[in-house]
Nanobody, 120 residues
Framework: QVQLVESGGGLVQAGGSLRLSCSASGSIFSINYMGWFRQAPGKQRELVATITSDGSTNYADFVKGRFTISRDNAKNTVYLQMNSLKSEDTAVYYC??????????????WGQGTQVTVSS
């Protein structure tokens, strides 16, 4: 059993910043992939940023230059630093991890989501 717990969401004014965290716990052997997704009201879930085990990162065009994804392997944690926030960034943000358990087998896990609201 693996659990992903997210934190850091909240209400912020346009132009402000937030830092999201997502920590995994349980029977974990390795984490090969971590990513952040978001879903706004009335829209489907979309990719925000990803980071692999070697630190390679990728970003959606709409967050390049504003958001930074990072990870702490010792803490099984992924972060999303969000700067210069816009009203369009308002959404529920979800973390995703690809995890190999101690008994073997790669599985996908999702966090429960954290609300980010940007006011104008």
């Amino acid at each position: 059993q693996v659990q992903l717990v997210e934190s850091g969401g909240g209400l912020v004014q346009a132009g402000g910043s937030l830092r999201l965290s997502c920590s995994a716990s349980g029977s974990i052997f390795s984490i090969n992939y971590m990513g952040w997704f978001r879903q706004a009201p009335g829209k489907q879930r979309e990719l925000v940023a990803t980071i692999t085990s070697d630190g390679s990162t990728n970003y959606a065009d709409f967050v390049k230059g504003r958001f930074t994804i990072s990870r702490d392997n010792a803490k099984n944690t992924v972060y999303l630093q969000m700067n210069s926030l816009k009203s369009e960034d308002t959404a529920v943000y979800y973390c995703k991890m690809h995890i190999s358990g101690l008994a073997g087998g790669l599985r996908l896990y999702w966090g429960q989501g954290t609300q980010v609201t940007v006011s104008s």
